[in-house]
């Protein structure tokens, strides 16, 4: 892994923040009865991954760092549920759902490789 000078830097974060621009673009269809409802989580809890990656990517200790990570490892199951309840309630078609979705794989595994990564770096 190359150096990074700032969390923006990481493949992680730039794809989860792919996947927040997308769900912001599909929640602007949601019925508006959703806005504080199902829009609001699915925007919230989505937006959490790349933020906690952010915040974490500047703290000092492998332990703190794993933290930071962990939280975005619950933002996005919990991400991965709203689109699955979103397809279900049919605000989302099938082909945007899976897309989505395979965003949010790809996003999942990038964060374990990240995690294994920072795993392996000195205590401090």
Known sequence: ??????????IVWQKAHQLV???YTVTKKFPKEEVYGLTN???????????????????????????YIGISEGSLEETKYHLILSKYLMYIEEAVFNELIATAEE??????????????QKIR
Do not use: H
Request: proline share 2%; net charge positive; charged share 25%.
């Open 41 to 67: 989580q699915v925007r919230r809890s989505s937006s959490s991954v790349a933020a906690n990656l952010a915040e974490g990517y500047k703290t000092k200790t492998v332990p703190n760092k794993l933290k």
């Open 21 to 23: 621009l997308s769900v």
């Open 1 to 10: 892994m190359t150096k990074t000078n700032s969390f923006r830097d990481l």
């Open 107 to 120: 996003v999942g595994k990038l964060l374990n490789g990240y995690e294994k990564f920072v795993s392996r």
